[in-house]
T-cell receptor, first 114, second 114 residues
């Protein structure tokens, strides 16, 4: 089945620790995205990547880092510098170029920092 | 940058009634307006989208209307069913070129009462 996978579904970490969230897609999409979702806040863009080895900051990039070494993978690291990391994190991907930029979302990872 | 406002934040209807969710956007260059449905604990899924060269689009019980002059667009769900209960997000973006960013509204929690 083609799609986007995120692991794990639930993640718990102690305050001050860095944590990396996994996102893999087998849709052959060039573009990938990370969003953060908080209650009543909608989806806010953290980072996005349009091509391998390139990525751009979104609206709330502070305290986060990403890498895009492979087309199918776009891991997100939540660093200790992120002041309020507890949230639901969503990864998405889309085709680059063309006439359709529909974003397909993964199932999400709920991160709780204790 | 783009700003998307979505109303109402919660909506409760009786099964069989219609539901309408409205969004406004600020960037007159935006030309692509998708609607996503998110069920509890899952990632959002695209349910319908509209491009700026079209004023209305229908897909069975779902329709979207766009008023470019007023910079607002709406989602209409007719003959609502309990399985329509979810959070709905509108979004806006400029399609084309190297820009793939979506700006989301804050979401509407729709509850369909049997």
């Amino acid at each position: 089945d083609g799609g986007i996978t995120q692991s794990p579904k639930y993640l718990f970490r102690k305050e001050g620790q860095n944590v990396t969230l996994s996102c893999e897609q087998n849709l052959n999409h060039d573009a990938m995205y990370w969003y953060r979702q908080d209650p009543g806040q909608g989806l806010r863009l953290i980072y996005y990547s349009q091509i391998v080895n390139d990525f751009q900051k979104g609206d709330i990039a502070e305290g986060y880092s990403v890498s895009r070494e492979k087309k199918e993978s776009f891991p997100l690291t939540v660093t200790s510098a992120q002041k309020n990391p507890t949230a639901f994190y969503l990864c998405a991907s889309s085709m680059a170029g063309g006439s359709n930029n529909e974003q397909f979302f993964g199932p999400g990872t709920r991160l709780t920092v204790l | 940058g783009e700003n998307v406002e979505q109303h109402p934040s919660t909506l409760s209807v009786q099964e069989g009634d219609s539901a309408v969710i409205k969004c406004t956007y600020s960037d007159s260059a935006s030309n692509y307006f998708p609607w996503y449905k998110q069920e509890l604990g899952k990632g959002p899924q695209l349910i319908i989208d509209i491009r700026s060269n079209v004023g209305e689009k229908k897909d069975q019980r779902i329709a979207v209307t766009l008023n470019k002059t007023a910079k607002h667009f709406s989602l209409h769900i007719t003959e609502t069913q309990p399985e329509d209960s979810a959070v709905y997000f509108c979004a806006a973006s400029r399609r084309g070129g190297s820009n793939y960013k979506l700006t989301f509204g804050k979401g509407t929690l729709l509850t369909v009462n049997p």
